[in-house]
């Protein structure tokens, strides 16, 4: 859906452009080689001045020749030089692939011809008799290894998760990264469930992507407008889903849209408007008719609105138990915390629906939805009910004390947990509480189920 796999035809970048722009990348390569600094996961295409084109045309003119001079004393700068461009050649943007200028992982074989010049450049230095010029040599050396090092330590801050490190891309490019600003939302949304951080770079995305200034593609402008369709619609705004539904539609009719007749149908069956759902419904299956993926989220959805209808008639524990866990394979968690709180107050003594309440309240990576007091207050109630006997229910609570920050209950929680899962064979059970207890609650962090923002 980001368009960034996509080959960029001739109309849309012409030839002479790319031919033009292959200095100014040359001169960019070198001088992330020797300077990485502002390094970003992804740099958008720019339209370059004529002027910086001219320039760095020069520059490169400048060091061929330099090297050519050199060829008979220094051979080994000429063969460098040239092992740095030719290796160029094929990712320097005369086949264009995506809508990146650069990219710091094309320079990984390119750079073996600039570091061997550099390193024989050394050897020469160090093979001359004169001691200080040597010793200079080996500082200068260790100097340069030191700081790579630094650097090294200092970049991996920022591959710790995914928004960090799409945070850092778009900090560090010009304010036209559409591609920064759609993965920077979609790790908010999917591993932070931060919905109203989804919206706000899905927005700034969209911007970017339709203000002309970067390589723009219909299927990148699709992918970002159903993307923010959707979080609009978890955040409870249909009519607002509506409308880039239908503006997603604009720019795809292709069958890649049943899904978004499925969600735009969605929007209309909040909205009260059940005809047009219907319809949608209807034409997504037209579009896909076998696809059993669609077909499943389409029959959920119907099994839902069926069971949201009866309950307004006659609520029960197990209706509203049922729209929530549907509710929550939808993503739309507050509706499942709305019916779980609505079963619980028809059933507050049902051991099963305290905990799964409890898992959600304790693991959900919305911040809106995360409550770790009622979670352990649930939790300890449903453990209290089945006499602290079964092994899934102290999982719950030991995620639940971890949500709170109460560590070292959640590890001797845990522990129980896969002691019961032991002594009851319970294989399955076991590996998920010990690898629960190994990767978070023994490294001081709660677990938080991101799976959940995974079904779209």
């Not at 090092?149 to 799409?166: E, I, M, V």
Request: hydrophobic share 45%.
């Amino acid at each position: 859906q980001n368009g960034a796999s996509f080959i960029i035809n001739t109309h849309q970048l012409p030839l002479l452009e790319r031919i033009t722009n292959i200095p100014v990348f040359v001169i960019a390569y070198i001088e992330k080689l020797f300077w990485p600094v502002n390094l970003a996961v992804y740099y958008p295409y720019q339209h370059i001045p004529f002027r910086e084109q001219a320039l760095c045309f020069l520059l490169v003119i400048l060091l061929t020749t330099i090297c050519i001079r050199r060829v008979h004393s220094q051979p080994y700068i000429l063969v460098g030089w040239f092992w740095f461009l030719i290796m160029l050649l094929p990712v320097i943007g005369l086949v264009q692939v995506g809508g990146q200028s650069i990219a710091d992982r094309y320079t990984y074989l390119p750079s073996i011809g600039i570091f061997f010049a550099v390193i024989w450049s050394f050897g020469e230095i160090t093979i001359a008799s004169n001691r200080w010029r040597n010793v200079g040599a080996i500082i200068g050396a260790a100097t340069v290894l030191a700081g790579c090092l630094l650097d090294t330590q200092f970049q991996l801050k920022y591959w710790r998760d995914s928004a960090t490190l799409f945070q850092h891309s778009v900090d560090v490019t010009k304010d036209d990264n559409a591609t920064g600003y759609f993965g920077l939302a979609n790790a908010l949304w999917h591993d932070e469930g931060d919905l109203d951080g989804a919206v706000k770079n899905l927005k700034l995305a969209l911007q970017a992507q339709e203000s002309g200034s970067n390589l723009s593609w219909t299927t990148t402008s699709f992918g970002i407008r159903y993307n923010l369709g959707l979080v609009l619609f978890l955040q409870n705004k249909p009519i607002e889903a509506e409308v880039q539904f239908k503006k997603a539609l604009k720019l795809n009719t292709n069958s890649d849209s049943a899904f978004t007749h499925k969600c735009l149908g969605d929007a209309y069956f909040d909205q009260g408007k059940f005809s047009e759902w219907q319809a949608e419904y209807d034409t997504a299956t037209q579009l896909m008719p076998n696809s059993p993926y669609l077909q499943y989220l389409i029959n959920t959805s119907k099994t839902l609105a069926n069971l949201l209808e009866r309950l307004k008639v006659a609520p029960t524990p197990e209706g509203h138990v049922q729209a929530a866990e549907i509710l929550v394979s939808q993503q739309r968690l507050q509706d499942a915390v709305f019916h779980y709180a609505a079963a619980l107050k028809l059933q507050p003594d049902s051991p099963e629906l305290l905990n799964n309440f409890a898992w959600l309240l304790a693991t959900c990576p919305n911040k809106k939805i995360l409550n770790s007091d009622q979670a352990i207050q649930y939790s300890l109630k449903a453990c209290e009910l089945i006499g602290f006997d079964q092994t899934i229910y102290i999982g719950t609570l030991a995620a639940a004390y971890a949500a709170a920050g109460r560590f070292d209950e959640a590890i001797a929680t845990a522990r129980k947990a896969c002691d019961l899962a032991t002594k009851h064979g319970e294989t399955e059970l076991f590996n998920q509480n010990q690898k629960l207890l190994n990767d978070f609650y023994l490294a001081r962090k709660p677990f938080r189920n991101t799976t959940i923002y995974s079904a779209y």
